[in-house]
């Protein structure tokens, strides 16, 4: 992930990287981040990010003056504005804004904010597969669970049943790891579609079920849990 902060406040930018920083490690992720002090530095930079962390109070330039311009240029960038004034909220969405956040910045809501970003990039983020010699593509989010099959694997969707070329580890290093959990040696989950699970076997929502071995049941439940906290489950 490429993230872009633009404050004219050193102190909130360095708050917001160290934020970033925090939530690539704990969700085992790469950010990469450059930081503005103005409007103007931002606009001219050439790079493509990600995300866009922007301050609607900007002195000489506001910051929805530069979404506005950004999104002349077509930029499809994820911008998610900081203020102490929320009257200004409005105005925000003109540019398609993602989040608005008041300071100071509140830890948990900057966190909920990227997690929403991530999964919607995950969800609708297709990968390419070698299936019958043929380059097939499927979104991360259609598939239920994946199985070892050999040197091969065969990708488990609602409806129907993919071989692919690929090793279950090559499979899994394509999707997003914070929905994507091995359950055993030969098998990957999506926790989207976990109906329910015991103490050998997670049973999928597509009417299929998975092993759940002991060397991976600590770290499925730890990761099954965090996704349910994440996903406004009450436990």
Request: charged share 25%.
């Amino acid at each position: 992930m490429f993230a872009a902060l633009c404050d004219d406040d050193k102190y909130i930018t360095e708050e917001i990287k160290k934020l970033l920083l925090e939530y690539a490690k704990e969700n085992r992720i790469t950010i990469d981040i450059d930081e503005f002090e103005s409007g103007v530095e931002l606009l001219n930079s050439e790079n493509n990010y990600d995300i866009i962390v922007l301050d609607f109070q900007l002195g000489s330039t506001d910051g929805l003056t530069v979404a506005k311009e950004l999104r002349k240029r077509n930029v499809l960038s994820c911008i998610i504005f900081l203020t102490s004034y929320p009257h200004f909220m409005i105005d925000a969405f003109e540019v398609n804004t993602f989040r608005f956040l008041l300071k100071p910045i509140d830890k948990s809501k900057f966190f909920k904010a990227i997690d929403d970003y991530v999964k919607i990039v995950d969800a609708n983020y297709p990968i390419t597969l070698i299936q019958n010699k043929e380059l097939k593509k499927i979104n991360s989010n259609e598939i239920c669970f994946i199985e070892a099959d050999g040197k091969y694997s065969n990708i488990h969707l609602n409806t129907k049943v993919m071989h692919c070329s690929k090793t279950l580890s090559g499979v899994t290093n394509l999707l997003p790891k914070y929905c994507f959990v091995r359950t055993h040696r030969s098998f990957v989950v999506n926790l989207h579609y976990i109906k329910s699970y015991s103490s050998d076997t997670v049973y999928l929502s597509n009417g299929e079920a998975a092993y759940l071995s002991k060397n991976y049941q600590k770290s499925f439940r730890t990761s099954y849990m965090n996704f349910l906290k994440k996903n406004y489950v009450r436990l």
